[in-house]
T-cell receptor, first 115, second 111 residues
Framework: GAVVSQHPSWVICKSGTSVKIECRSL??????MFWYRQFPKQSLMLMAT?????????EQGVEKDKFLINHASLTLSTLTVTSAHPEDSSFYIC???????????FGPGTRLTVL | DAKTTQPTSMDCAEGRAANLPCNHS???????VYWYRQIHSQGPQYIIH???NNETNEMASLIITEDRKSSTLILPHATLRDTAVYYC????????????FGKGTHLIIQP
């Protein structure tokens, strides 16, 4: 149990375009979802926290207008990177927690490359 | 969240127990110790967590000192597939807070 999926697993896009990444909890209802980013040879950094039906809370230094997060249902959260630039190239990972879980479960990650 | 200190890397022979230490001397009374691992280019995998009692599951054992200032994750019979970066994280219980990842320990299982 407690499986989290992400789609796509990798994406390449041109500079200036927008990219949407989906995060789904497959076998539980996620009351809270988190988005992290990981640059090469670095650790994961929390970007934002979203509760179902509420606006996301962004960490300091993360632009909320650039990284749009929607958590419209108990099984789906989306991260849209708007007007992507090469410096946004990174590994984006979501995690989810439901009422029956006392820890977060992570998705497999999405590798974004912006050319 | 309290900070944790872990060795940068460790080696362990296949089939042996891998013991990964973690210091968290500033842990608060309501903070749990969580362990995750990340295999290259994958999302982190939850291993185990505990508050003050030792814990065991099908993956590992977690030993927390009585003063809760340090802990040890034990993989009882390491296999090559256990090669990964292991993260020790302290956080409030319930999993509702975002996690602060340090650099972790790169565990390398040697054949």
């Amino acid at each position: 149990g407690a499986v989290v999926s992400q789609h796509p697993s990798w994406v390449i896009c041109k500079s200036g375009t927008s990219v949407k990444i989906e995060c789904r909890s497959l076998d539980f209802q996620a009351t809270t979802m988190f988005w992290y980013r990981q640059f090469p040879k670095q650790s994961l950094m929390l970007m934002a926290t979203s509760n179902e039906g509420s606006k996301a809370t962004y960490e300091q230094g993360v632009e909320k207008d650039k990284f749009l997060i929607n958590h419209a249902s108990l099984t789906l959260s989306t991260l849209t990177v708007t007007s992507a630039h090469p410096e946004d190239s990174s590994f984006y990972i979501c995690s989810a927690k439901g009422r029956a879980q006392d820890t977060q479960y992570f998705g497999p990650g999405t590798r974004l490359t912006v050319l | 969240d309290a900070k944790t200190t872990q060795p940068t890397s460790m080696d362990c022979a296949e089939g042996r127990a891998a013991n990964l230490p973690c210091n968290h001397s500033t842990i608060s009374g309501n903070e749990y110790v969580y362990w995750y691992r990340q295999i290259h280019s994958q999302g982190p995998q939850y291993i185990i967590h505990g508050l003050k009692n030792n814990e065991t599951n099908e993956m590992a054992s977690l030993i927390i000192t009585e003063d809760r200032k340090s802990s040890t994750l034990i993989l009882p019979h390491a296999t090559l597939r256990d090669t990964a970066v292991y993260y020790c994280i302290v956080s409030r219980g319930g999993g509702a807070d975002g996690l602060t990842f340090g650099k972790g320990t790169h565990l390398i299982i040697q054949p």
